[in-house]
């Protein structure tokens, strides 16, 4: 099946980023959000990364000035549903909650083509359980990009038990298509990177409230001991405390295994609204965004 236009679902942080590199590739790509503001954000995000690739030599993984207006000019925001009707593939990176995602897929099935893909970008949630909300079984897959998705080479291709070949086949060639290295998973929570990188990242959060080390220290110790790019610390309040507060429900949840429960320190600082980089503080300070300070607790 040929894909040429590409329907994103929320122009987050992933949303537009799929978006991003789905227009860089080729594709027509039109993002539905709720409020006129929200994809003004995300396209102003995606401005920012299209400019920092154009400054990047091309053999670096940069683009050429005229590779960053052709993408530009391929991607198009909407607040209407109807505008999304003859895409051939439709990927949702909406907020991670079950009911407002089932209400949307449950809205488009009506509005897009009978061969339209369904794909979503949800990290924990089960994709089985989607698809179910969906008259197109077969159709649905997930497609787990990570963030920043311009950066990241990763797309894990996620499969039901009722994802029809051809339709996963689709996915994994779409996925190579937009410059990503798919790996073939099936749908069991957490999928591949978020079942090793999760405890990994709470056990990380016990050992300091055990005093194993300072913050830095143990982002020091993970980054240059074993060459990761960032440590845990510095990770977790990357991709968010909520949403990794969120994933540890879900997988706790599938497995009753306490690797994948929540430390008490990292329920604290949720509930005190402490999200990580987004909201300014999280296990650093980001009150100079250039130079973060650690916290203690
Ligand atoms: N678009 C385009 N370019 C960008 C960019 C973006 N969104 N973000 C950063 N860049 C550029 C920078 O401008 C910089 O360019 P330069 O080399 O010309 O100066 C270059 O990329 C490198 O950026 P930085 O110097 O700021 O920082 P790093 O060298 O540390 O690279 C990183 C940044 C790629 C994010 C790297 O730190 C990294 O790989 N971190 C780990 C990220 C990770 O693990 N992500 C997965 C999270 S898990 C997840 O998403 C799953 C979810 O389900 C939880």
């Known amino acids: 099946m040929a894909i040429k236009k590409v329907g994103v679902l929320g122009c987050g942080l992933m949303g537009s980023g799929i978006a991003q590199v789905s227009a860089m590739a ?7 959000e709720a ?3 929200a994809i003004d954000k995300g ?10 690739l154009s400054e990047k030599p091309v053999e670096k993984g940069g683009i050429t000035a005229q590779q960053k207006d052709a993408a530009r000019a391929r991607l198009k925001g909407t607040l209407n ?3 999304l009707a003859d895409c051939d593939i439709i990927i949702e990176a909406i907020i991670e909650n079950v009911d407002i995602k089932k209400t949307m897929y449950a809205d488009l099935d009506g509005i897009v083509k009978k061969d339209c893909i369904f794909a979503t970008n949800t990290s924990s949630i089960s994709v089985t359980e989607l698809m179910a909300a969906t008259k197109r079984p077969e159709r649905f897959i997930g497609l787990h990009f990570f963030n920043p998705v311009p950066l990241m080479k990763l797309v894990e291709v996620v499969r ?4 029809a070949p051809d339709v996963f086949e689709t996915a994994v060639e779409f996925g190579k298509s937009v410059g990503k290295v798919p790996v073939r998973t099936s749908d069991k929570t957490g999928f591949i990177v978020n079942r090793l990188l ?6 990380a959060i016990r050992a300091y409230e055990e005093g194993i080390g300072s913050i830095s220290d143990i982002d020091n110790a993970m980054k240059l001991g074993c060459g ?3 440590g845990p610390f510095t990770l977790l309040d990357f991709v968010g405390l909520d ?28 509930l005190a609204g402490w999200y990580g980089r987004k909201s300014g503080n999280g296990f650093y300070n980001y009150a100079d965004p250039n130079s973060p300070k650690e916290n203690r607790f």
């Open 160 to 163: 039901t038990i009722a994802t």
């Open 26 to 32: 080729g594709y027509d790509v039109v993002v539905l």
């Open 43 to 52: 396209f102003s995000g995606i401005e920012k990364s299209l400019g920092k």
């Open 243 to 270: 949403t990794t507060y969120y994933i540890t429900h879900v997988m706790f949840d599938e497995f009753k295994e306490r690797r994948f429960a929540s430390p008490a320190l990292l329920k604290r600082m949720v």
């Open 228 to 230: 990761y790019p960032m």
């Open 35 to 37: 409020e006129q503001k």
């Open 81 to 83: 549903k109807q505008d």
């Open 198 to 203: 999760v405890p990994y990242l709470l056990d």
